[in-house]
């Protein structure tokens, strides 16, 4: 079965300085990987995904991920973090075939000024 | 374009009363649906999936059901609930096997039960 594991709860940046928000996951065969960002009590606006091909990624508001099949992991960087980019995070894998989402715990991004 | 929604947005309830929570999709036909619960700390735990009309699995036992009366409609039901049921409810849907297999979800549905 699928997994997902964000072993970051919390992460605090500074506003400028660069993120990395780490993502392992565990499937059997080539995943979907993917991105989602939320704000508070609202739904979740996918970042970026990843299929095949190039194994870096890039998304929305200045995001990418690394797709890396050797460490099982998917890590979301952005190289300068805004106050905006306050929000928790959300790494996904996805089956071939059938969608079936399975999320991990996600990440708290705090940002200080 | 497609747009998802879903409503109430918020909703108290006591505890044994029953819950229907719904979500219907627009500008797309055939879509994969789902619900999804986010509980604090615990992430987004899929509950239900449907891949079509009356087609409804369930991924953990609960005290709650799904059921997809329509292409585009999909609604969570509870007879009775429980405090444990609260939490933030989420829907989504996905296109069927292709590119652009995303999940794309609601604004979501807070729901405390007292």
């Known amino acids: 079965a699928q997994s997902v594991t964000q072993p970051d709860i919390h992460i605090t940046v500074s506003e400028g300085a660069s993120l990395e928000l780490r993502c392992n996951y565990s499937?059997?065969?080539?995943?979907?990987l993917f991105w989602y960002v939320q704000s508070p009590g609202q739904g979740l606006q996918l970042l970026l995904k990843?299929?095949?091909?190039?194994?870096l990624v890039q998304g929305i508001k200045g995001f990418e991920a690394e797709f890396k099949r050797s460490q099982s992991s998917f890590n979301l960087r952005k190289p300068s973090v805004h106050w905006s980019d306050a929000a928790e995070y959300f790494c996904?894998?996805?089956?071939?075939?059938?969608?079936?989402?399975?999320f991990g715990t996600g990440t708290r991004l705090l940002v200080s000024p | 374009s497609q747009t998802i929604h879903q409503w109430p947005a918020t909703l108290v309830q006591p505890v044994g009363s029953p819950l229907s929570l719904e979500c219907t999709v627009e500008?797309?036909?055939?879509?994969?649906l789902y619900w999804y619960r986010q509980a604090a700390g615990r992430g987004l735990q899929l509950l239900f999936y449907?891949?079509?009309?009356?087609?409804i699995s369930s991924e953990v036992p609960q005290n709650l059901s799904a059921s997809r009366p329509q292409d585009r409609q999909f609604i969570l039901s509870s007879k009775k609930l429980l405090l444990s049921d609260s939490g933030f409810y989420l829907c989504a849907w996905s296109h069927k096997t292709g590119l652009n297999t995303e999940a794309f979800f609601g604004q979501g549905t807070r729901l405390t039960v007292v």
């Open positions: 449907s891949i079509g009309i009356d087609q």
């Open positions: 499937y059997g065969a080539t995943p979907y």
């Open positions: 996904a894998v996805g089956s071939t075939g059938f969608q079936k989402l399975v």
């Open positions: 500008g797309t036909s055939n879509p994969n």
């Open positions: 990843y299929f095949s091909g190039d194994t």
